[in-house]
């Protein structure tokens, strides 16, 4: 049993060398059979991201760039291309009547708090409507110092910040060998990986560059699954080539499976607990610790008093009135916003801010608690 059995949240990545017929068109026969596959496999209530590359590809054809392209070149074609990639998704997703959603995301939107949070709550959103994101890298705007490099990398990326359970990175291989299989017959391949080691690391080649549109390689999935399993996503380097890869995938066809460090909740907690560094503090008084302790979201009111210069996405402490510190999250008002509505009920946000944003000043999800000093 593979781990899609019981994944509820999968994060699928496919790069151009699929998505790309000989033509240079977008290969429709293959995304409408990947759009059936994705339609059946929602069919009780499961989400699916979709991670996409094609966009530079189709793009240079309609612009008639030939050979290797600049930067300016590569973000004209991208401007060019991306209308047509998110058309050919959008036909494909017709006959089962799911509807898809553009999200361009840049490096700074999953790797800045305040633009994470902002990035997560659109994508959560789209899933909590029913629709499928389809992600691609913005890279009509992206430059050669500020970008992901390769689509596997961002898939990785946005699998963490949705807690995916699942990543499937579709390639043209059917996963990971211990020698590159095209050139060497006897390349044993490697159906499980526990631990990503050196000599996993060591195991991948170079770019796959036979097909002339793919930019990522061995080496680029595996550094996707160092990413995707730390934060609790098991990770599949499975074949995309031929229809309906992901139904292949599920009924046990060959591919390589990274397990997780840790359920992807779990791996997020600890991520809040100890990896960020806390730039203020909300001081609560006892129901709102009571609350917290007990698995709550934290409310302005309950809070007492907002301390530091944070904004909105950072990392706070949080206080009982004996100013312990009994957990730590992300929080959704800046610190003077926060600090105008503490003690507030719901009703009276508007009023005081001029919008308003909810009541969570610190939501459950986004809340790790302290253990106790001893």
């Known amino acids: 049993m593979t781990p899609l059995a019981s994944a509820r949240r999968i994060v699928v990545k496919v790069g151009s060398s699929l998505l790309i017929g000989e033509d240079g068109e977008a290969a429709r026969d293959w995304l409408r059979a990947l759009a059936d596959d994705i339609a059946a496999w929602r069919g009780d209530g499961r989400q699916a991201l979709i991670v996409t590359s094609g966009a530079v590809a189709l793009g240079r054809g309609a612009l008639g760039l030939k050979g290797k392209l600049n930067l300016a070149e590569k973000q004209a074609a991208a401007a060019a291309g991306q209308t047509r990639l998110m058309r050919a998704w959008e036909t494909a997703f017709e006959p089962p009547g799911v509807t898809v959603a553009q999200a361009l995301l840049t490096p700074d939107d999953t790797e800045r708090r305040r633009r994470w949070l902002n990035a997560r709550a659109t994508l959560e959103m789209l899933l909590a409507r029913g629709a499928v994101p389809v992600i691609n890298e913005n890279d009509t705007v992206a430059t050669q110092e500020l970008r992901y490099g390769d689509n596997d990398r961002l898939a990785a990326r946005v699998a963490q910040m949705v ?39 060591a195991m991948a080649g170079g770019a796959n560059v036979r097909g002339g549109v793919g930019s990522g390689g ?8 160092k990413i995707a399993t730390a934060a609790g996503c098991a990770t599949a380097i499975a074949p995309g080539a031929g229809l309906n890869p992901l139904f292949r995938l599920r009924a046990g066809n060959t591919a390589t499976w990274f397990a997780p460090a840790h359920a992807p909740k779990a791996a997020y907690k600890a991520w809040i607990a100890g990896a960020l560094d806390p730039a203020g503090a909300l001081a609560v008084d006892d129901g709102a610790a009571r609350a917290l302790a007990a698995g709550k979201s934290l409310l302005a009111a309950g809070v007492v008093e907002a301390r530091g210069r944070f ?46 944003d909810g009541a969570v000043l610190v939501h459950a999800d986004d809340l790790a608690l302290v253990e106790a000093a001893s």
């Open 218 to 225: 061995m080496r680029t999935k595996i550094e996707a699954a």
């Open 311 to 356: 904004e909105r996405g950072d990392a706070v402490r949080l206080l009982d009135p004996a100013g312990r510190e009994i957990a730590r999250g992300i929080v959704r008002y800046d610190a003077d916003d926060a600090g105008r509505i503490k003690g507030l009920r719901s009703d009276a946000i508007e009023a005081a801010l001029g919008y308003d």
């Open 163 to 201: 807690s995916a359970d699942a990543l499937v990175l579709l390639s043209d291989v059917d996963g990971l060998y211990d020698r590159d299989p095209r050139a060497h017959a006897d390349a044993r391949h490697i159906a499980d990986v526990r631990t990503i080691t050196p000599e996993i690391e």
